[in-house]
C-alpha cells in the first residue's frame, strides 16, 4: 500500500498533500480538500455526479486516482461561477430553466457543460446544441429532470425554444 | 476508500514497465484510461498488489504513419483519437465506431489500448480491429511478438495476453482510398454497449467488392468475423448483390447468447434485419427493407 505526494490546483487554488494510492480524485476533492460541491454516487463511471475538468476535459472523478491527478488543473462546480458570485453561463441558463430539482447530478451536468461549451465556442447554435445534447449521454438525473435540462441546453445554444 | 490497498508506480518506459510486470509475477495490473478497471477496484472483483500507470510513457501515445498503415499508440485517449484527422481519413471505419464507445466524459480518459486489452465482447474496438485487420504489437522483458486481431480474442475479457505482458501497439494496415464505412449498433441508450452491431470496411474495383472486411460485436464470446459474408462478398457486382442473403451469411457465423438485456434470438434477428439494411445503405441498393 503506498502513499503518495502530490501536487495540484483546483479552482486556482493550490493544494499539496499526502494520499494513499487508493483514493480516487473525487473521495480526495470532497474528503481531504473539502470541495463537497463534487458528488460521487455509483462510483462506476455510470451516473455522472462526480465530473470534474482535469487540465480542461470534463472527466469521471471516481475513475481517477488522486495519484494520477499529481501536477493537474483540476475544475470542480466550485471554480464555475466568479470570485463575486456571477454565475457562469451554464448555471444561469441551468437556473433559468428549472434545469435542477434535488440538485444532486448538477455539479457534474454543469461541469460537462462547461467544458462543450468552451469547446463549442464560435460554433452555430445546431452544432452546440448537438454537442452538448450529446454529451449529456453521461449523466443520469434521478429526478427526471431533463426537459429542463434541454431547454437549458437550447438556451446557451441560442436556438429558440 | 473501496479498493483494496495497492502499491502505485508510473514507469516513464515500456522497459521499466515491463521489468515490473515480470517482477511482479502476476500480481500487477496495468492501468491506462481506469474507465473499466477503477470500477472493477472499486467492487473488489480486480485486487492488484500493484497497479502500474502506463498514463507517463509517451511512447504509448499518438497516432502515426507506418510502412503499409497506421500505427495508434495504446495510451492514446480515446477523445484524442477520435478527433485524429489521419484516421478520420484513412480509417473512417475506425473513427465512426470509436464515437460509439461510452460517452463524452469517458472517452476523455479512456484509451484505445485498454479497450483492445479488455475484450468485451460488445465493445467496439476490439471488433473495428478485427474487421480490418489489425495487428496487436505486444512486449515483455522475454521480447516482442506481433497477434493477429481475429487471433488475439479467446473468450469473453479473455485474450493471448500474459500477465507480464504489455499492449505496445495496435497497428491498422491501409485500406484502398474511397473505401466504404459498414456501421450499425443498437443500444439502449447512446453510449451504452451495443446489444448487437457490426463494423467494417469494403472496397470497390471496376463495379465489384475487391476488399471486404467485417466483424460483429455483442454477438459472441468474442469479436466474431463474418467469414462467409466476407466470402460471398469478395469479387461481387455491386449493383448484383443480394443484401439479405449476404446478411443470412454473416448471421450464420455468430454465436450470441442470452442476458438480461437480450435474447440470443432477439440478437441474431436483429442482426440480420441491421446488416441487410447496412449493406444496402453502403453499396447504395434499391432493395433495402
Ligand atoms: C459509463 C461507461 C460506459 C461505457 N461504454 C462503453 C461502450 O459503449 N463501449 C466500449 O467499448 N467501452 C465502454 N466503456 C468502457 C471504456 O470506457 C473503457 O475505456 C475501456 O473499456 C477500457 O479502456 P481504459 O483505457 O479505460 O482501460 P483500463 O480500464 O485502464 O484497463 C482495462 C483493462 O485493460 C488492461 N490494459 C489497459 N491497457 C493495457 C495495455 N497497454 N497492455 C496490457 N493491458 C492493458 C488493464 O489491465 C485492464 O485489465 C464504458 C465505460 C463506462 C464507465
Ligand atoms: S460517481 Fe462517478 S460516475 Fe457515478
Ligand atoms: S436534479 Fe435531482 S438528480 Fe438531477
Known sequence: MSEHRIELTVNGNRHIAR????TSLGEFLRDTLGYTGTHLACEHGVCGACTVMVDGDAMRSCLTLAVQADGAAVTTVEGLAQADGT??????????????QCGFCTPGVAITMAAVTRDNEGADSGAMEEGLTQAMSGHICRCTGYQGIRRAIRQLAGVSA | MKPAPFDYVRPSSVAEAC????????????????????????LRMSQP????????IAALKGVARVEGGIRVGPATRQADALRDETLARHLPAFTRALGHVGHHQTRNRGTIGGSIALGEPAAEMPATAVALGASIEIASVRGTRQVPADAFYVGPYMTVLEPDELVTGIV?????????????????????FALVGLVGALALEGGAISRAGIAWFGMGPTPVRARQAEAALLGAERARIDPHAIARA???????????????????????RVFA???SETLDLRSAA
Open chain 2, 172 to 192: 491498422y494496415p491501409d485500406w484502398p482510398q474511397g473505401h466504404l464505412v459498414l456501421f450499425r449498433e443498437v443500444a439502449q441508450r447512446p453510449g451504452d
Open chain 1, 19 to 22: 494520499v494513499e494510492a487508493r
Open chain 1, 87 to 100: 454565475l457562469h453561463p451554464v448555471q444561469q441558463a441551468l437556473r433559468d430553466n428549472f434545469g435542477l
Open chain 2, 250 to 272: 454473416a448471421v450464420a457465423d455468430t454465436a450470441p447468447f442470452d442476458d438480461h438485456h437480450a435474447s440470443a434470438e432477439y440478437r441474431r434477428t436483429v442482426g440480420q
Open chain 2, 19 to 42: 521489468r515490473i510486470l515480470d517482477e511482479a509475477g502476476g500480481g500487477a495490473t496495468v492501468i491506462a484510461g481506469g474507465q473499466t478497471l477503477m470500477p472493477l477496484l472499486n
Open chain 2, 277 to 279: 439494411r447496412a449493406l
Open chain 2, 49 to 56: 498488489f500493484i497497479l502500474v500507470d502506463i498514463n507517463g
